[in-house]
């Protein structure tokens, strides 16, 4: 069968959750990359007029009650409109964690699907079933850990690679900077207490200011970033990992875990990797660079602005779009 941009849709629902999250930005934003590129995409979402709002968008949204069901549309300057019944002709995307259950039914109504994979240590989260069968197209990554990660696992599924993007505008580099000490404090909560709390007691921390980052906008937390000295990476089994990059991007000493997905740019002298648990040796990292932070400024100040073009270059919008014009069209030409 021969998908048509101009009859085909694609849909990609997304979880009805207003807390920020990388992710959900991310399905956002890839359908409006396929509009650009001429197809007819939309985030599907269950909650009747539901939009995220933390982050500016004016994507098309439609609501959907039950997969046999019409769709109702909200897009730009929310004009409402009845869109047809979903049909052979779309293809529906969904995210690694949907249950296996919900994507059952689609499939035994006939109905492509693709799994949008942001984090592939979830996959087994749910059941390896969804991955498989007539009716699933491949499945999208974000990272050349997850790429591997399913490749391995799943040696007969087609498993494309997206660079995501970041956003430069809003995590521009920024020079100057305070001495401040920036994380996510529900990323490994147990380690980033033990860390903080211990570089509380052995004093090192009088000098510097420590900013939790959380349920915060983007642009919140792009300001933070660009006036922060440090980052404090606690990702876990992370698929990508955008904490880290946009505090590169921004300028940022970056500390701490890659958690896997963020293992391909946790690279250069500003970025000071921890294997995942080492407390300690973090503190010692941590103490180290916070003590040297005068003395060594001029070597920082410069190893901050190299990474943060080469993560410019790596994971720019136009990069992006190209890798989901290709990725699409490989999936269609196998449909």
């Known amino acids: 069968m ?30 409006d990359l396929l509009n650009e590129l001429g ?7 269950n909650k009747p007029g539901f939009r995220c709002s933390w982050f500016d968008n004016t994507t098309p949204i439609a609501y959907l009650y ?30 690694e964690v949907t249950p296996e259950k919900t994507i059952q039914q ?7 699907t693709v799994i949008f994979n942001q984090n592939a240590y979830y996959t087994f989260l749910a059941s390896s ?20 990660y399913l490749e391995y696992t799943l040696p007969s599924l087609s498993t494309f690679r997206i660079h995501i993007s970041i956003d430069f505008n809003i995590f521009s580099f920024q020079v100057a ?7 996510m404090p529900r990323k490994c909560e147990s380690d980033s207490h033990q860390i903080i709390s211990i570089l509380n007691e052995r ?5 510097w200011k420590v900013v939790p980052i959380d349920n915060m906008s983007e642009r919140e937390v792009a300001h933070i970033l660009k006036e922060s000295a440090i980052f404090l990476s606690f990702s876990h089994a ?25 293992r391909e740019y946790f690279q250069g002298d500003s970025i000071f990797p921890i294997v995942q648990g080492e407390i300690i040796e973090y503190v010692k990292t941590v103490e180290k660079v916070t003590l040297n932070y005068n003395q060594e400024a001029t070597h920082y100040a410069e190893a901050t602005a190299l990474a943060s073009i080469l993560i410019q270059n790596i994971y720019s919008l136009k990069k992006e779009k190209e890798d989901l014009k290709n990725a699409w069209e490989s999936i269609l030409y196998r449909k």
């Open 2 to 31: 021969v998908f048509k941009k101009e009859k085909g849709r694609i849909f990609y629902f997304c979880p009805d959750s207003a807390i920020p999250s990388g992710g959900i930005k991310k399905i956002y934003q890839h359908v």
């Open 39 to 45: 197809f007819s995409a939309f985030v599907v979402h």
């Open 66 to 95: 039950k997969v046999e069901k019409s769709l109702l549309i909200l897009g730009p300057g929310k004009q409402q409109k009845q869109l047809d019944a979903l049909s052979s002709e779309d293809i529906l995307v969904y995210p």
């Open 106 to 112: 689609v499939m035994d109504l006939g109905f492509y």
């Open 129 to 148: 079933s969804i991955y498989k069968g007539e009716n699933v197209l491949g499945a999208i990554v974000v990272s050349e850990d997850s790429k591997k």
């Open 177 to 183: 900077k305070k001495k401040q000490i920036a994380y």
């Open 203 to 207: 004093g090192l921390l009088k000098d």
């Open 238 to 262: 992370e698929g990508f990992g955008l904490p880290p990059v946009e505090a590169i991007s921004c300028g940022c000493l970056v500390i701490g875990y890659h958690g896997g997905g963020g």
